[in-house]
């Protein structure tokens, strides 16, 4: 079945600093969404990329989809301490329905 | 609007015990689905419901299941508990059922199973 492949599991950064999270599939997606976990908090959507190539940017995250559709990346540029949280990428298989979670990556940031 | 409400917050249950969790999503969304958190697993599909059907149902057995009313309310169900079990239950609505559904979620059931 469909996999949902994120890597690192954790990275910890001086704040200040850049993280970017990576977002592999087995399968080639119809759409990518991303999601942040704020510690003892729930999942809250923050995006979704849908065509081939695409590249959104929200403040200092920038999203990008890759060219196969099978892969994704989040960048956060010169991090904060609000951006502490567990960042998790969600794909659905094209004809498929069900939305499938990567395993997450943690970001702890050192103020 | 109030956002997607799931009761209770906490529950602590043995070991071949049962549990039910319940789940209210945002007023007018039809969509709701159920994700299993533990640490360093992220978040397993459990089964989505639309318009009181299972469209979707993920790779767990048949001891977790679930039901959704007409009001689009939702329930989740575990027989005989197992220590495994132990985890955050989230629920998950959205608008419609489509590739293109973005979801929102509660704030969980912490599940403990001594």
């Known amino acids: 079945g469909q996999q949902v492949m994120q890597i690192p599991q954790y990275q910890h950064v001086q704040e200040g600093e850049d993280f970017t999270t990576y977002c592999n599939s087995s399968t080639t997606l119809s759409n990518i969404q991303w999601y942040k976990q704020r510690p003892g908090g729930h999942p809250v959507f923050l995006i979704q990329l849908v065509k081939s190539g695409e590249v959104k940017k929200q403040k200092r995250l920038t999203f990008q989809f890759g060219e196969a559709k099978k892969n994704s990346s989040l960048h956060i540029t010169a991090t904060q301490t609000t951006d502490v949280g567990t960042y998790f990428c969600?794909?659905?298989?094209?004809?498929?329905?069900?939305?499938?979670f990567g395993q997450g990556t943690r970001l702890t940031i050192n103020p | 609007k109030a956002g997607v409400t799931q009761t209770p917050r906490y529950l602590i249950k043995t070991r071949g015990q049962q549990v039910t969790l319940s789940c209210s999503p945002i007023?007018?969304?039809?969509?709701v689905s159920w994700y299993q958190q533990t640490p360093g697993q992220g978040l397993q599909f459990l089964f989505e419901y639309f318009s009181e059907t299972q469209r979707n149902k993920g790779n767990f057995p048949g001891r977790f299941s679930g039901r959704q009313f007409s009001n689009s309310r939702s329930e989740m169900n575990v027989s005989t508990l197992e220590l495994g079990d132990s985890a955050l239950y989230l629920c998950a609505s959205s608008f419609w059922t489509g590739p293109n559904e973005k979801l929102f979620f509660g704030s969980g059931t912490q599940l403990s199973v001594l």
């Open positions: 007023s007018g969304h039809r969509s």
């Open positions: 969600a794909g659905r298989e094209q004809g498929a329905q069900k939305l499938v």
